[in-house]
């Protein structure tokens, strides 16, 4: 098993966690989803978490699978995919479109096959200037997975989404913001001061709310107009209960700045 393959910190409300394979575009092996995992039950299990912010080490945010790694040393060929894909990666995109705070990445360079659709199940990602998003599946015979077949056509269209899958074309940063496949291109040199002030802009806001938003535009994907009104009533109740409903609009009627406690 690899080892800090993932590097995690915690101070003011984020967790930040890096993906630090750089020598490999930290691309995935098996043992570093393993540390991805223990990196994400801690962040979950600190309470003082509010937003959490992922990055990648050196020059590439992430180039998807080792492609090492799925070699069977028996037959000197790619072995049977469906492991990685259930056991890591189909669980890891559930695990980030369900987490109850808001996760913001921060793409600092290329983000290849799994790795751009692990950027894209980020609620909101910035990317570098010089950073590039590559369904590169298809120059290996595959298709694309981690959730690129549901977010592509969702988020951009069919007809940009096939064409980036099949043509395994990269898509520089400035184009993905102008797409709205992304939420902003940042200079390369500001990218983390930037990343970092989103997170704690985030990390200080009504937290229970937010994590209710994430979730209900992520169900208006799948839901109707009437379905959807129903479930913002219901949010709208949980949300109506918090502190940080009272302090908003105490904070408002008395002319002052909130001091939200996620709670
Ligand atoms: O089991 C399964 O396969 C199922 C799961 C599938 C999920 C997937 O993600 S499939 C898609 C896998 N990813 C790719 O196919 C991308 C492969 N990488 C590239 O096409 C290129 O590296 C990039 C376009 C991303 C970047 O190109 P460039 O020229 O900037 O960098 P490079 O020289 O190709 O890479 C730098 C190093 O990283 C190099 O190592 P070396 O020679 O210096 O020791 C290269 O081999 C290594 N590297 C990059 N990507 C991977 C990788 N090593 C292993 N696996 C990789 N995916």
């Not at 695990?95 to 990445?105: D, K, N, Q, S, Y």
């Not at 200037?129 to 056509?153: E, M």
């Amino acid at each position: 098993m690899s080892e800090n393959s993932i590097l995690l910190s915690i101070a003011s409300g984020v967790a930040e966690i890096t993906l630090h394979r750089p020598d490999k575009l930290n691309s995935f092996t098996r043992g570093m989803h393993g540390e991805l995992r223990s990196a994400l039950d801690a962040a979950q299990n600190d309470p003082s978490v509010r937003a959490l912010l992922i990055t990648g080490a050196g020059r590439g945010f992430c180039a998807g699978q080792d492609l090492a790694d799925v070699m069977d040393p028996a037959t000197g060929k790619p072995g049977a995919v469906s492991n990685t894909l259930e056991e890591d990666y189909n669980p890891l995109i559930l695990r980030l479109a369900e987490m109850p705070i808001p996760v913001i990445c921060a793409v600092n360079g290329v983000a290849a096959g799994a790795g751009a659709n692990i950027a894209l199940a980020c609620d909101i990602v910035l990317a570098a200037r010089s950073a590039s998003f590559l369904q590169a599946f298809i120059k290996i015979g595959l298709v694309p997975d981690a959730g690129g077949s549901y977010v592509l056509p969702r988020m951009i269209g069919l007809a940009r989404a096939k064409a980036l899958a099949m043509l395994g074309e990269k898509l520089d940063a400035e184009t993905a913001q102008q797409w709205g496949l992304i939420w902003r291109v940042i200079d390369d040199a500001n990218l983390m001061t930037e990343a970092r002030k989103l997170a704690q802009q985030l990390a200080s806001q009504p937290t229970k709310a937010l994590g209710l938003i994430k979730r209900a535009m992520n169900a208006s994907l799948g839901n109707d107009l009437e379905a959807q009104l129903a479930l913002e009533l219901n949010y709208q109740g949980q949300a109506a209960t918090s502190y940080d409903y009272q302090e908003g609009v105490g904070a408002f009627l008395e002319k002052r700045k909130p001091a939200f406690k996620g709670n």
